[in-house]
């Protein structure tokens, strides 16, 4: 069992930032990846970012490239992700997922692990 734990939600302005974090605890694993996902309202699930945990290697949903950044603290089990110039189209619910063994897809399946999700709000 792994359980996530999310801060750092808020509301800022456009072209503003934000860091989330989620603090990973349970039992250990290797080979596993981190990712954050969002929800807008009306709308379904889709993939943020991916971090993978051995190496620190990551990719990003096209809409975020450039601007967000997925980053790992190995010694605090913790994922972060900084966003910059936030635009009103990222407001949603930004989650946290753990996945061993399988990538997660752009829509979440193979996600083993959820966090509680954080609100993100943009005005503009």
């Known amino acids: 069992q792994v359980q996530l734990v999310e801060s750092g939600g808020g509301l800022v302005q456009a072209g503003g930032s934000l860091r989330l974090s989620c603090a990973a605890s349970?039992?250990?694993?290797?080979?596993?990846?981190m990712a954050w996902f969002r929800q807008a309202p009306g709308k379904e699930r889709t993939f943020v970012a991916m971090?993978?945990?051995?190496?620190?290697?990551?990719t990003y949903a096209d809409s975020v490239k450039g601007r967000f950044t997925i980053s790992r603290d190995m010694i605090k089990n913790t994922v972060f992700l900084q966003m910059n110039s936030l635009k009103s189209e990222d407001t949603a619910v930004y989650y946290c997922?753990?996945?061993?063994?399988?990538?997660?897809?752009?829509?979440?399946?193979?996600?083993?692990?959820w966090g509680q999700g954080t609100q993100v709000t943009v005005s503009s």
């Open positions: 997922a753990w996945a061993a063994g399988r990538i997660p897809t752009m829509g979440g399946d193979n996600v083993d692990y």
């Open positions: 349970g039992r250990t694993y290797s080979n596993y990846v």
């Open positions: 971090i993978y945990w051995d190496d620190g290697r990551s």
